[in-house]
DNA sequence: TTTTAATATCGTCTTATCGCGATATGTTTA
DNA sequence: TAAACATATCGCGATAAGACGATATTAAAA
C-alpha cells in the first residue's frame, strides 16, 4: 500500500490542493482531460514547474495521468474534489459575509465562476 | 477588509488545514470550547507551538477566540468545517478502496473516529 | 505590589516548498 | 538513426513552515 491511513491521505490531498497554482489546475481541468502541452501555455510558469504541480496532485490522487504517444494526459479522477473546493468556499463565504456588506456582492461573483457549477465532463 | 478576495481566503483555509496537527485541534475542539490550558496536555507540542497553529486556525477564520481572565477560549467557528474533513476523507476512502480490499475495513474504523458524526457542540 | 499563571510573541534552527534552468528520458517523425 | 518534441527529473537558490526555548504580556492571587 502507498498510504498508511486515511489520515495521511487527508493531509496529503489537503496539502495538494493548499496551493493557487494547483487551484487553477484543477479549475483548468474542469473543462476535461488535457496534455501537458495544451496545459502549459495557460499558465505563467515554467514547464518543469507545472510538471511538479501535476505530479503532486497526482501523488495525492486528485488526477489520473494516461501516457498517449509523445504526450501525457491528465485528468480529474473525481468530481468531488470541486464539490470539496466549492464547500471551501461556502465556509470562505460565510465569514467575508459575516465582516462585510460587500459578501453578497462577492457571493454573486462567485457563482459565476468556474467552479460554481458542476463540472462538464471528467 | 483583511482578505483580498474568497480565491485567497480558500487558499488560506486549505492551508490552515493541510498539517496533522491542527486537524487533531480541530479533532480536540470538536467536543467544544476549551481554553489553551486544557488542549495542551493533550497534545505532545510545546506551549508556543500550539499557541501558533491556534493561531493559524484563527487567522484562517476556522476558530472563534475569546479571551476570559487570564484565559483564552477557542472554539470552531463554523460545524461546516467538519463536513469538509469528512468530504477529503470521502475523496480519500475513494482511492483507497478503488487500490485495495482493505477499503472496506478503513471505511469501516472511519465510520467510528471523530469526524465521522457531526460535531456535538460549537 | 510582588508572585504566579496563562498565552502570545520572538529568535533561531532545521526542513520543506516553490520556482527556475538544465538535463535526462522516451516517442514520433524525418 | 538522427532530429525534434513532449514530459519528467535533477540541482540549486530563495523563501516559508514547523519546532523549540526564552522572553514578553496581561490577569488573577497572594
Known amino acids: 500500500m502507498t498510504q498508511k491511513s ?3 491521505l487527508r493531509v ?7 496551493d493557487p497554482t494547483r487551484l487553477e489546475l484543477l479549475e483548468f481541468l474542469a473543462q476535461g482531460e488535457r496534455c501537458v502541452c495544451e496545459i502549459l501555455p495557460a499558465f505563467q ?3 518543469s514547474t507545472i510538471s511538479k504541480h ?4 497526482h501523488e495525492a490522487g486528485i488526477l489520473e495521468r494516461k ?6 494526459l491528465y485528468r480529474i479522477k473525481d468530481p468531488l474534489v470541486f464539490d470539496l473546493i466549492r464547500m471551501v468556499d461556502a465556509l470562505a463565504l460565510r465569514q467575508i ?3 462585510t456588506d460587500a459578501g453578497k456582492i462577492l457571493q454573486k461573483s462567485l457563482h459565476n ?7 462538464n465532463r471528467c
Open 6 to 8: 486515511v489520515s495521511d
Open 12 to 18: 496529503k490531498i489537503l496539502d495538494a490542493l493548499s
Open 45 to 47: 510558469r515554467s514547464q
Open 54 to 57: 501535476l505530479n503532486i496532485l
Open 67 to 72: 501516457i498517449d504517444g509523445k504526450r501525457t
Open 97 to 99: 459575509s459575516l465582516l
Open 113 to 119: 465562476s468556474q467552479f460554481g457549477a458542476e463540472a
